[in-house]
């Protein structure tokens, strides 16, 4: 019966045209029957005739997809099911579909977008900061020169995350996906045709699974010391090396660190002037609120103040001081290189030299 929808074909037009010809014989035939088995025929017969195009065609694929794209049109006009015409189409193209999927999938007008990332994606370097509460980086690098650099998350929206992609490529880059021409994902054997290991069966419909799939066998892990980190190491390092005084009104007299104790005598907190912290915020580039987060989340604030808080501001007499409070017990926070009780001033050593109370 193949024949008798072949000879129905113009012979000055191409394979894919010629397709379509077979799929309006059919509508015209499946409205001449009445019973179902005689329905079931016509649409094995057109199918078989697709399937011959096709094996002739330099563009297997093309053809089979003309022919499926107007399975809607046969449905309508002949008042049946389109699912029971695409079903007969992809059981009779099977081994054409196949063997066009072996011989290589290709898009006439460019680069589709599943070959691109298997064949020319070399590695996804995983940028992961040490800061705390920061966006991780995936720097997507390909054997074409092409590095794009994205938030992680990015590349589970397909558009968005073509558009950067093919802005630095020099390839004619396409968002279809080749994979797609095999057919449907759900028939037996799309994962074995499409492009990659049948872990992504590349399709619309399978975006996410595949781009995770890919990232996942390809990324390289790379941490990164963020602002806030170097800015915090900064910090302690000003505590490391400073001279801090147990008398907070001499520390905010003299703008000096404040060494807190406990009731037993031992370092509970160290208190940091303000002006130290802004000046190493300004050094690195880095808003105080944003260390004020990162000492938080590290957890080396002082557990004495509410919330996120880290700072207090401290009033003697009418000089006022704000502070910034360290856990001295956290294991990130070090202790002052030295630690007195009190402190001479210059007029202390004045009243001293006037009573003889220094050597010279």
């Not at 419909?205 to 990164?224: G, H, K, P």
């Not at 060494?259 to 912290?277: F, I, N, Q, R």
Request: a negative charge.
């Amino acid at each position: 019966m193949s024949d008798e929808y072949l000879s129905a074909t113009s012979d000055d037009v191409g394979p894919t045209i010629a397709a379509a010809e077979v799929m309006d014989r059919l509508a015209e035939r499946l409205n001449a029957v009445d019973s179902m088995a005689g329905r079931m025929e016509e649409k094995k017969a057109a199918a078989e005739a697709i399937a011959e195009l096709a094996s002739d065609a330099d563009d297997a694929l093309a053809v089979v997809e003309s022919a499926k794209n107007a399975a809607g049109d046969v449905a309508m006009k002949a008042q049946t099911k389109k699912g029971a015409i695409l079903d007969a189409i992809s059981s009779a193209t099977a081994d054409v579909r196949t063997q066009a999927a072996e011989d290589g999938l290709s898009l006439d007008h460019g680069l589709a977008l599943d070959r691109y990332l298997e064949e020319n994606l070399e590695t996804v370097r995983r940028i992961e900061s040490t800061d705390h509460h920061s966006e991780t980086t995936l720097s997507w690098q390909f054997s074409d020169g092409a590095v794009v650099e994205m938030d992680d998350g990015t590349h589970l929206e397909k558009y968005n995350f073509y558009k950067k992609i093919a802005m630095a490529t020099r390839e004619k880059l396409q968002l279809e996906l080749v994979s797609e021409e095999v057919g449907d994902p759900e028939e037996d054997g799309y994962d074995r045709l499409s492009l990659g290991p049948r872990s992504r069966p590349w399709h619309e419909d399978n975006w996410i699974q595949c781009i995770t799939d890919v990232l996942d066998e390809r990324q390289t892990f790379v941490e990164s010391v963020g602002a806030r980190t170097m800015a915090w190491e900064a910090v302690a390092n000003e505590v490391r090396l400073s001279r801090a005084v147990s008398d907070l009104p001499v520390a905010v007299d003299q703008l000096m660190p404040h060494a807190m104790e406990d009731d037993d005598g031992e370092l509970a907190e160290v208190w940091l002037p303000g002006k130290t912290v802004t000046k190493v915020c300004e050094e690195y580039a880095v808003e105080p609120k944003a260390l004020q987060e990162e000492l938080a989340a590290r957890g080396v604030d002082s557990d004495d103040l509410g919330g996120d808080r880290v700072s207090e501001r401290v009033t003697v007499g009418q000089n006022g001081v704000r502070f910034w409070r360290l856990d001295a017990t956290h294991d990130e926070v070090p202790a002052p290189a030295e630690i007195v009780d009190e402190v001479e001033t210059g007029a202390d050593r004045l009243n001293s030299m006037e009573w003889g109370g220094l050597d010279e």
